[in-house]
């Protein structure tokens, strides 16, 4: 697990559905210096986009952030990650369906995955969905940046986190 991007920057990753969006949502925070999506929690080395896709690899679509601490806190990031998706939804997002969707928080570090289970167990018991909350924390494994046409994609297309 590499915890320090440099003395400063953080590294955080997540999963939420298509990693195009969640990309999108996290780009736009102040303190978040870089996104890049990609594939991680697979078993499967060096993974394509259509690799991905054929569900067979376990990798999710995830987004690797890198952010600055003194700005805006792994918290943060958490409540902006809760908020952007469904997290009761069993590897899918709207109509995006299998393993690859899935929600997870993948750690960096000890502090994170506590910080991610506080944040999971106040998000359910806050009554605020009726059906279980089935988000995974787990180790951040390798992680494989997507294709650079996947790159900032939403972006590139013209469309803003606000038209999502």
């Known amino acids: 697990m590499e915890e320090i991007v440099t003395k400063k920057l953080k590294k955080a990753t997540f999963a939420a559905g298509c990693f195009w969006q969640v990309e999108e949502v996290f780009r736009h925070l102040n303190g978040v210096k870089e996104t890049r999506v990609g594939y991680t929690g697979g078993t499967f080395a060096n993974p394509t986009y259509e690799d991905v896709c054929s569900g067979k690899t376990g990798h999710a679509e995830a987004v690797e952030v890198t952010f600055d601490p003194e700005v805006i806190s792994f918290e943060e990031l958490l409540e ?81 986190a606000c038209n999502i």
């Open 80 to 160: 902006n990650f809760w908020a952007n998706h469904d997290p009761t939804l069993l590897n899918r997002q709207g109509d995006d369906i299998g393993k690859q969707y899935r929600s997870a928080v993948f750690f960096h570090t000890e502090e994170q995955e506590k910080s991610a289970i506080k944040s999971k167990e106040r998000l359910a018991q806050s009554n605020k969905y009726e059906n279980p909350v089935v988000t995974e924390i787990v180790p951040v494994g390798v992680f494989y940046p997507a294709e650079n046409y996947h790159q900032q994609y939403l972006e590139k297309k013209g469309i803003s």
